[in-house]
């Protein structure tokens, strides 16, 4: 069976542009394969989010557990947060391992302090030197190369948003050097956004924050590829926009007994979605030719 890493490579050779949407369960992960999508991620931000943990205190189990139960129920390739590898180098490589293992076909490894401290949520750099940064990303990838060739390591820099662009595409363009494949950054502006792919050596995923407070840019699909992206992460899009219309439905229900956002033909249309995108068709028939058929015979036979 292909890796998905392998397929992950092929859509980069090919230029695909991988608008990702960033999941934390295996619904969402076959409901994005299941609209096109080439490809999906699981960040930090979703995984903390979804479980109530928050991203600063997961543990490494934590977010590769719920990426391999993805991973092993969709056919596109699944990109993983890897937080700042959960240590010094020999740490980061046990970590692309591990996602190795879990069957993801990338992740990102970023120049944040760890552990991580849950200011990270309120913009604050805590970075580590740019020394040690590219020590991490350099044996990151001397462990794809022995474990995975195809498995895409990404250098992740959160400098930009504290140092500027010049601090940030240095340390990308010193992880490039010790083969980094692509690169991730957090331009503060929409100069910064265009200017990012023109001055790092590798090519550039973008991270939409939809609700940021930074005021970072929101970007389009067609913007992002004409300035020379080669990928989005949609990083709030699914756990944002679920939380949103689900504590309207809740609030309604609790406030006035019942719900009148979706009709029931609404409600009938999503339990088959739901029932065909977790392949119920195929138990159906598998129990019909088995446990059924012979409950059939017993019956007729008696």
């Known amino acids: 069976m292909e890796r998905q890493s392998t397929r992950l490579r092929a859509l980069l050779r090919a230029k695909t542009f991988l608008h990702m949407p960033s999941v934390y369960d295996v619904i969402g992960g076959r409901l ?12 930090g931000y979703v995984t ?20 391999r139960a993805i991973a092993e129920n969709i056919n596109i390739p699944l990109i993983a947060d890897g937080g700042a590898g959960w240590g010094e180098p020999i740490h980061t490589m046990r970590t692309v391992r591990e996602f190795i293992r879990a069957g993801v076909a990338g992740v990102h490894i970023e120049d944040a302090l760890y552990p991580k401290r849950a ?48 601090e940030a595409s240095m340390r990308l363009n010193r992880a490039a050097d010790v ?6 950054l957090f331009p503060r502006t929409r100069e910064e956004a265009e200017e990012a792919p023109k001055v790092c050596k590798l090519p550039l995923v973008y991270v939409q924050s939809r ?10 699909r067609q913007d992002l590829e004409q ?14 926009t679920a ?14 007994g019942d719900y009148t956002g979706m009709s ?32 059939a015979r017993d019956k007729s036979s008696s």
Do not use: W
């Not at 083969?179 to 991730?184: C, I, K, P, T």
């Not at 939380?243 to 006035?256: D, G, M, P, V």
């Open 119 to 166: 200011h990270y949520h309120k913009y604050v750099v805590h970075g580590i030197s740019v020394e040690e940064f590219v020590e991490k990303i350099e044996y990151s990838c001397k462990e794809r190369d022995r474990s995975d060739p195809d498995f895409v390591v990404i250098a992740r820099t959160d400098t930009c948003r504290a140092l500027g662009l010049e």
């Open 211 to 220: 609700g940021n407070r930074d005021g970072r840019p929101i970007l389009s």
């Open 243 to 256: 939380f949103h219309f689900l504590k309207k439905a809740l609030t309604e229900l609790r406030t006035t």
């Open 32 to 43: 994005v394969e299941s609209l096109g999508f080439e490809a999906v991620y699981i960040g």
């Open 48 to 67: 903390g989010g979804s479980t109530a943990i928050t991203e600063p205190l997961l543990t490494m189990n934590e977010q590769i557990d719920p990426a």
């Open 179 to 184: 083969g980094a494949d692509l690169g991730l």
């Open 264 to 295: 029931n033909a609404d409600y009938v249309a999503s339990r088959q979605q739901v029932e065909d995108i977790i392949g119920l068709d195929e138990y159906y028939e598998i129990e019909a030719k088995t446990v059924e058929a012979r409950q």
């Open 227 to 240: 300035m020379g992206y080669i990928g989005c992460i949609e990083a709030q899009a699914v756990l944002c």
